[in-house]
Nanobody, 126 residues
Framework: QVQLVESGGGLVQAGGSLRLSCAAS????????MGWFRQAPGKERECVAA????????YYADSVKGRFTISRDNAKNTVYLQMNTLKPEDTAVYYC???????????????????WGQGTQVTVSA
């Protein structure tokens, strides 16, 4: 059973930065595509970034392009989300997720992901 634990969320002023981490245990992390999703109150969960198992292919939502960077360290079983120039509209619970089936690229569909973390709150004040 794969377990994912996010950390690094918190309260930050607009324009600030945060770095989220997601540590995986169990399974074979290095073979999984990974994604970061977020869900704000009253809104659907959306994929903000995803990365292929090797790290060579990444995807970003238009709303975060140029501000967020996803990366992974397979030796540490960890995926990261560096978030810069944060905006109040980035406020949400952020989840990391693992996709054990996608062999090429990374999906942006929540349904493609098998395993989910518990989420970490990111709040950006104006």
């Amino acid at each position: 059973q794969v377990q994912l634990v996010e950390s690094g969320g918190g309260l930050v002023q607009a324009g600030g930065s945060l770095r989220l981490s997601c540590a995986a245990s169990g399974g074979t992390f290095s073979t999984y595509a990974m994604g970061w999703f977020r869900q704000a109150p009253g809104k659907e969960r959306e994929c903000v970034a995803a990365i292929s198992w090797r790290g060579s292919i990444t995807y970003y939502a238009d709303s975060v392009k140029g501000r967020f960077t996803i990366s992974r360290d397979n030796a540490k079983n960890t995926v990261y989300l560096q978030m810069n120039t944060l905006k109040p509209e980035d406020t949400a619970v952020y989840y990391c997720a693992a996709d054990s089936h996608t062999s090429y690229g990374a999906s942006v569909r929540a349904g493609a992901y098998d395993y989910w973390g518990q989420g970490t709150q990111v709040t950006v004040s104006a």
